[in-house]
T-cell receptor, first 114, second 111 residues
Framework: DAGVIQSPRHEVTEMGQEVTLRCKPI?????LFWYRQTMMRGLELLIY????????DSGMPEDRFSAKMPNASFSTLKIQPSEPRDSAVYFC????????????FGPGTRLTVT | EDQVTQSPEALRLQEGESSSLNCSYT??????LFWYRQDPGKGPEFLFT???AGEEKEKERLKATLTKKESFLHITAPKPEDSATYLC????????????FGQGTILTVHP
């Protein structure tokens, strides 16, 4: 299995620019999760989808953040406009409910907003 | 509000020196407790799921145990390759998949 795939692995952008992070979940998994990890706040869930439908977006910090899942094999997390405090590592994870609720994480995207 | 607290924040061991990491939790209606390992620059890697008090699971030098208030990750005769951050997490009371993670324990094993 290829595992969860994320792109880009690193992103450096200037404040005010739009940033789009991409994720391909493990084939056959029906849940997809977006997390953010910082030293101060640890690993935080932003939003998750079930069968491409957003279920809980209460962790999305503000309206500048949006996420979509147009099909079972692709999801995006967009930040517009970006701010320096958005600098973090963003992880995508997926799971298959019938095998419990273990989540399998991608390698992450390290975002730096200057 | 669900809370997960891990201790210690950092642990340094000599190779072969066994120890334990702690994860205490406050959640309404535990539906599982998860342990993950995270290496620098990588995503968390799933290790174990524990569902009920008294349950134990093992993998190589790691053994996870669960009580009604906390979980322990016991590391027996650790090796330098066991060095990593160990995270525990619990799912939210009513929201499937909404994991709350602890801050993690950074384990360093010296040869």
């Amino acid at each position: 299995d290829a595992g969860v795939i994320q792109s880009p692995r690193h992103e450096v952008t200037e404040m005010g620019q739009e940033v789009t992070l991409r994720c391909k979940p493990i084939s056959g998994h029906d849940y997809l999760f977006w997390y953010r990890q910082t030293m101060m706040r640890g690993l935080e869930l932003l939003i998750y989808f079930n069968n491409n439908v957003p279920i809980d977006d209460s962790g999305m910090p503000e309206d500048r953040f949006s996420a979509k899942m147009p099909n079972a094999s692709f999801s995006t997390l967009k930040i517009q406009p970006s701010e320096p405090r958005d600098s973090a590592v963003y992880f995508c994870a997926s799971s298959f409910r019938d095998r419990g609720i273990e989540q399998y994480f991608g390698p992450g995207t390290r975002l730096t907003v200057t | 509000e669900d809370q997960v607290t891990q201790s210690p924040e950092a642990l340094r061991l000599q190779e072969g020196e066994s120890s334990s990491l702690n994860c205490s939790y406050t959640v309404s209606g535990l539906r599982g407790l998860f342990w993950y390992r995270q290496d620098p620059g990588k995503g968390p890697e799933f290790l174990f799921t524990l569902y009920s008090a008294g349950e134990e699971k093992e993998k190589e030098r790691l053994k996870a145990t669960l009580t009604k208030k906390e979980s322990f990750l016991h590391i027996t005769a650790p090796k330098p390759e066991d060095s990593a951050t160990y995270l525990c997490a619990v799912p939210g009371g009513t929201s499937y998949g909404k994991l709350t993670f602890g801050q993690g324990t950074i384990l360093t094993v010296h040869p």
